[in-house]
């Protein structure tokens, strides 16, 4: 079962932990089953692929690899550093998520 996940599409986060610590980068896909999401310019790996139309030549592809959601942070808007996140309702009703460490609301 998947509960509300924190981090969503397009978020600027850092990773906490592993062998890209202290990287920043913008969260390009979701996996919400796998709990894991993929970061750009974060855990970056090698695929070895073979020739189609698409891609000719073929050959040793880097491309970006799925991270854990356990090893990235939201980055706060405010201080730049990483921070939890938390929900909140607003007078309007709506509902919208805040960066903990100052209280600034996430947008988009």
């Known amino acids: 079962m998947v509960s509300r996940l924190k981090i969503k599409k397009g978020d600027r986060v850092v990773v906490i932990s592993g062998r890209d610590k202290g990287k920043v980068g913008e969260v390009i896909k979701m996996y919400p089953r ?3 999401a993929i970061v ?6 090698k695929r070895h692929t073979r020739p189609t139309q ?3 030549q ?3 592809v880097e491309k970006e690899g799925a991270i854990h959601l356990s090893n990235i942070a939201h980055v706060d808007p405010k201080s730049g550093k990483p921070t939890r996140v938390g929900f909140k309702t607003l007078k309007d009703g709506s509902k919208v998520r805040f960066a903990k460490k100052s ?3 996430i947008d988009r």
Request: charged fraction near 20%.
């Open 58 to 60: 073929g050959g040793i």
């Open 34 to 36: 796998e709990m894991r």
């Open 54 to 56: 698409a891609n000719p």
């Open 40 to 45: 750009q310019g974060v855990h970056r790996v």
């Open 103 to 105: 209280g600034e609301v």
